[in-house]
T-cell receptor, first 116, second 112 residues
Framework: GAVVSQHPSRVICKSGTSVKIECRSLDFQATTMFWYRQFPKQSLMLMATSNEGSKATYEQGVEKDKFLINHASLTLSTLTVTSAHPEDSSFYIC????????????FGPGTRLLVL | GNSVTQMEGPVTLSEEAFLTINCTYTATGYPSLFWYVQYPGEGLQLLLKATKADDKGSNKGFEATYRKETTSFHLEKGSVQVSDSAVYFCALDGGSQGNLIFGKGTKLSVKP
């Protein structure tokens, strides 16, 4: 099946710094990429939807200036957590879709962010 | 809004035991329903799906039936294996954007 990678898999940073997480579709072109966030023992919560070449659509309650999303190509989307704080510590998961059907959505392995 | 509730884990079973992971949903209309599995260190993978009432999704010995009357989509397997140890997520489609709405996940551990 299609492969989606995320980098880094784990990151620890100091409060106030910015962290960039990359999501790549390795063997297909992703017209849409989704960014999810998962707290311990909680559901994956959709943060934003990004389409290549256009601005991301953020879910209610997600600060677009804090969580910058760039979908510069059909194989790469980046999520930058700006001025990270301890409450931003979480598991961030991306998925990539080649079409509109949900079952064509492929997930990355996730990035564990710890802000000290 | 749409939501998914699945049973709390972790679930620990012996090999060849019967598995049920409960999932119920709240939704307007009749969304497609999914089960995803996440093996250690890997991304979520689609396990099975059902797109309309009374549909049964099945894959790798797992089954789930879309029950409109009980708004449920319980996951079952007759005889689990150690290799089935993973986290299982129930999900439904979130609408026109194509995103998914997930349950909290249920961790399954199968002991030999």
């Amino acid at each position: 099946g299609a492969v989606v990678s995320q980098h880094p898999s784990r990151v620890i940073c100091k409060s106030g710094t910015s962290v960039k997480i990359e999501c790549r579709s390795l063997d297909f072109q992703a017209t849409t990429m989704f960014w999810y966030r998962q707290f311990p023992k909680q559901s994956l919560m959709l943060m934003a939807t990004s389409n290549e070449g256009s601005k991301a659509t953020y879910e209610q309650g997600v600060e677009k200036d804090k969580f910058l999303i760039n979908h510069a190509s059909l194989t790469l989307s980046t999520l930058t957590v700006t001025s990270a704080h301890p409450e931003d510590s979480s598991f961030y998961i991306c998925s990539a879709a080649a079409g509109q059907r949900q079952e064509t959505q492929y997930f990355g392995p996730g990035t564990r962010l710890l802000v000290l | 809004g749409n939501s998914v509730t699945q049973m709390e884990g972790p679930v620990t079973l012996s090999e060849e035991a019967f598995l049920t992971i409960n999932c119920t949903y709240t939704a307007t209309g009749y969304p497609s329903l999914f089960w995803y599995v996440q093996y250690p260190g890997e991304g979520l993978q689609l396990l099975l799906k059902a797109t309309k009432a009374d549909d049964k999704g099945s894959n790798k010995g797992f089954e789930a039936t879309y029950r409109k009357e009980t708004t449920s989509f319980h996951l079952e397997k007759g005889s689990v294996q150690v290799s089935d140890s993973a986290v299982y997520f129930c999900a439904l489609d979130g609408g026109s954007q194509g995103n998914l709405i997930f349950g909290k996940g249920t961790k399954l551990s199968v002991k030999p």
